[in-house]
C-alpha cells in the first residue's frame, strides 16, 4: 500500500492513488488506481474508483447491491 500527501491537503491509500494528479488540492483517493483520473481537480473525494477530473464532487464505485462500474455521482 502506498500513502502521500504531496499536494496541499490532499490523501491518498492506496497503489496508485491520485497517480496522475498534478495541481489539485484538497483532493481524497481511498484505494486501488482511486482517483487515477483527477488530474486538476480540486476538492474530489474517490472512493475505489478513478473518478473524474470534475472539482466539487464525490465518485464511489461498487456501493453495496450496486455491482456496475459506473460511479455514484455528488456535486455540491
Do not use: H
Request: glycine share 14%.
Amino acid at each position: 500500500m502506498c500513502c502521500k500527501t504531496t499536494l496541499a491537503a490532499t490523501v491518498t491509500v492506496g497503489n496508485g492513488a491520485l497517480g496522475n494528479s498534478m495541481t489539485g488540492f484538497g483532493n481524497i483517493a481511498l484505494g486501488f488506481t482511486a482517483g487515477l483520473n483527477i488530474t486538476t481537480a480540486n476538492n474530489v473525494v474517490a472512493i475505489g474508483i478513478p473518478g473524474a477530473n470534475v472539482s466539487n464532487t464525490c465518485f464511489i464505485g461498487n456501493t453495496f447491491g450496486d455491482q456496475t462500474q459506473t460511479a455514484t455521482l455528488f456535486r455540491s
